[in-house]
């Protein structure tokens, strides 16, 4: 059932159906899935995440926080090097269980389609509303700050997305061709803020062929700083490390939008500058946000680890890898880590 009679200007709302919730993951095609097989002709593998206790503390973020590591607990106890068989001396095994409480964008993440929605007048009377992709609607498609009780009366927040759950990517499969840009082989490690113009110069300078369906890797430098960091990030150093996507820009936006990428990775926080040079009384703080998850469909991703194939791609003068990204396969979240892996 259509939820909208118009849809924002440019975007693919209802191209790959009315209930689509996974946009231009479309066109991960099994063509795509098999061109990605075909990039493969060494077997190396490449492990793309940061460890996911960085980059440490919460200076990039201050809602998110480390995952905190802990074990499981059985009758008070915790559940670690304990003897199996409640202390049968003829059992032999040893048990250790744990678990982990963590923030589900805090290092190398997917951004879900219902991480960042907009106000749009999906009705057109001119009464702007809260959707997201495809004209699915906060509070009703996905929940947040509902307060509900349980049924022992106690009071808890809902939240969750009902529609364009994370769990689509991973059901998806978020397998096919990685491309990789190389953006700090060709800027200083300072903050280079890099428009449609300067993408191109690097894309023809590397002779890097993107081609519908590609999932577009931007190397940056910026995880190698928080790398470099150890779990102490310096805020204002890396304020100011690597290149970064000008979502301002409309040609870049443009080229977003026909180059059919079906998914944008990056190895910094935020793929885009935070905030973006825009203005006006009805201006995005996170354009390119804006452009690729609510009116495209497409995935983004942050804080990628990246240096390793970068450096051998270069070496062997190649661009394209097997990518093999699936998030957590978690109903109802809005991002997720993830252990993306590169096959050359």
Known sequence: MRRWTRRPEGSTW??????????????????????????????????????????????????????????????GRPYMNVQMGDGDPAVVDVLSDDQVTLCLQYSTQWDGLSHIGSRFDVEGDGQERKVYYNGYRAGEHVLGGEVEHDPAGCLHAASGALKLGIERYAEKGMQGRGV??????????????????????????????????????????????????NGNPDHEA???????????????????????????????????????QTTGPRRSLLPLHHHCLFKLGVPLAELWYLKELADWLHAHQRSGFLLTAPPLRLPGAVGSPVTPIATV
């Open 14 to 75: 209802g191209d790959f159906g009315e209930d689509d919730e996974i946009g231009r993951l479309n066109l991960l095609t099994e063509e795509k899935v098999l061109q990605g097989i075909r990039e493969v002709k060494v077997g190396k593998v490449f492990c793309l995440s940061l460890p996911l206790d960085l980059p440490g503390g919460n200076a990039l973020n201050p809602r998110r926080h480390p995952p905190s590591l802990s074990p499981t607990y059985k009758e």
């Open 180 to 229: 990789l840009v190389d953006l700090a082989r060709h800027f200083a490690q300072g903050r280079t803020l890099v428009d449609y113009e300067k993408l191109m110069n690097v894309v023809a300078a590397d002779k890097v062929d993107i081609t519908p369906g590609d999932m577009l890797v931007l190397r940056t430098g910026f995880a190698e700083s928080v790398m470099q960091m």
């Open 238 to 276: 890396l304020g100011k490390a690597g290149a970064v996507l000008d979502g301002a820009d409309e040609q870049l936006l443009g080229w977003i939008s026909s180059s059919g990428v079906a998914a944008i990775c990056a190895d910094n926080y935020a793929v885009e500058a935070y905030p973006a």
